[in-house]
């Protein structure tokens, strides 16, 4: 359990400096933010708890080996070297994953094939068998990383994604992942204290991790992890771990976060997620158009991921609602810090506010802005050049 190992924590883009922060709060020695992660050292205690309580990493992988390499040769014989049935019982399925940035070589899907058969001709040297292969629903997960020269072998410890709750039972057309929602309530500043109010919820993401920080509820209380699969897996210490985060966690209770969306199928998502995690009674949920509606308290934090169009004829319509919309903040939200995270960029123009932060993150492979709004009294606007402000 002491012995200190190497890991890295992949993560939304742009989150990578809040992450080492709550690595270093989870006791990770050796963090290092890096573009797309952090790499962090530890012992066995610290990696499930980093599963367990990470609000931020996509997953958390375990370093066995990092090497020069040339070849998929190379990488065959970085592969079996390695004692994998000292990790994992022959019955456990098995996928490799392998990404690549410089790497000479002309196909990955054969430098993996050659990893796999490396892990299985390790497996039938010592025990006369081999695991099988799931490419859907693996028991176990080997990455691979390649750079122009080195290459590095990792087990996946988290097996199903980490923003993968386990609360999500309904979803809009395209859901906001959770780990990428609780980074930007992070970047907005919000703390519990504070109201708080997604206007536009959807399926209710950012309203389900805001209850879920404010009762310190671990991300991870609800599901499995592939390092439950492994041999080093201590069932004691992880249900120790598991009661001292029950025992964190407070109980249920009306909070000052609020939600609303002019589509009931979208508010009937949103109270199926919160219910599922037994939050339903925390959020106040109204159907309502932003445009219409007013604040729910003299200040507070609005974090919204407004609809952006693909089509030509959505995007009209967008041009036409970003004005509106900052009207609406003008009109209704003095006082209130507003963040819009928006893959269409023409939104920080057209909605006639100045921007007072922009933040380049990733929702999956789309590249986005978080925009950040301070409402205060008088215009927000953009004063043209002999145009007088309002309020003057």
């Given amino acids: 359990m002491k012995q200190r190992f190497h890991y890295f924590a992949p993560c939304p883009?742009?989150?990578?400096?809040?992450?080492?922060?709550?690595?270093?709060?989870?006791?990770?020695?050796?963090?290092?933010?890096?573009d797309g992660g952090v790499s962090f050292a530890g012992d066995w205690l610290l990696l499930m708890r980093a599963n367990l309580h990470s609000r931020l990493a996509s997953r958390i992988l375990w370093r066995l080996a990092v090497k020069p390499y040339r070849n998929e040769e190379d990488l065959y014989q970085l592969a079996r070297g390695f004692d994998w049935p000292e990790l994992f019982d022959v019955s456990?399925?098995?996928?490799?994953?392998?990404?690549?940035?410089?790497?000479?070589?002309?196909?990955?899907?054969?430098?993996?094939?050659?990893?796999?058969?490396?892990?299985?001709d390790r497996f039938r040297a010592k025990l006369g068998e081999r695991p099988s292969v799931d490419t859907a629903d693996p028991d176990l997960r080997i990455h691979v990383y390649l750079t122009e020269r080195?290459?590095?072998?990792?087990?996946d410890t988290s097996g199903e994604a980490l923003f993968k709750r386990g609360y999500r039972v309904a979803t809009g057309a395209a859901p906001l992942r959770e780990n990428l929602a609780a980074g930007i309530l992070q970047l907005a500043g919000w703390t519990p204290e504070q109201p708080l109010l997604d206007p536009m919820c959807g399926s209710g993401t950012f309203l389900v991790e805001a209850a879920m920080m404010a009762l310190d509820m671990a991300p991870g209380l609800d599901r499995s992890f592939a390092f439950e699969g492994l041999r080093n897996f201590s069932a004691?210490?992880?249900?120790?771990?598991?009661?001292?985060?029950?025992?964190?966690?407070?109980?249920?209770?009306?909070?000052a976060i609020f939600g609303s969306d002019y589509d009931q199928a979208m508010l009937d998502a949103t109270y199926a997620n919160l219910d599922r995690f037994g939050l339903a009674d925390c959020v106040t949920l109204e159907r309502t158009d932003f445009l219409s509606r007013s604040a729910p308290a003299p200040e507070g934090v609005i974090v919204s991921n407004p609809p952006y169009g693909i089509r030509l004829d959505?995007?009209?319509?967008?041009?036409?609602?970003?004005?509106?919309?900052?009207?609406?903040?003008?009109?209704s939200f003095k006082g209130w810090r507003a963040y819009f995270l928006t893959g269409d960029l023409r939104m920080a123009k057209l909605i006639r506010l100045s921007a007072s932060k922009r933040t380049v993150l990733f929702n999956g492979a789309l590249e986005c802005r978080l925009f950040e709004f301070k409402m205060v009294e008088g215009s927000n606007r953009r004063i043209k050049p002999g145009e007088q402000a309002e309020n003057q």
């Fill in 13 to 34: 883009r742009g989150l990578e400096a809040l992450l080492a922060q709550e690595l270093n709060g989870l006791g990770a020695a050796e963090v290092k933010p890096t």
């Fill in 314 to 331: 959505e995007q009209e319509q967008l041009a036409a609602f970003y004005p509106q919309l900052g009207d609406a903040l003008k009109r």
């Fill in 92 to 120: 456990r399925t098995i996928k490799v994953v392998m990404t690549a940035q410089g790497s000479p070589l002309r196909s990955l899907d054969f430098a993996a094939l050659k990893v796999k058969d490396a892990v299985c």
């Fill in 236 to 255: 004691d210490a992880w249900a120790k771990l598991c009661d001292e985060a029950h025992a964190r966690c407070q109980p249920p209770r009306p909070l």
């Fill in 150 to 155: 080195e290459a590095s072998l990792y087990l």
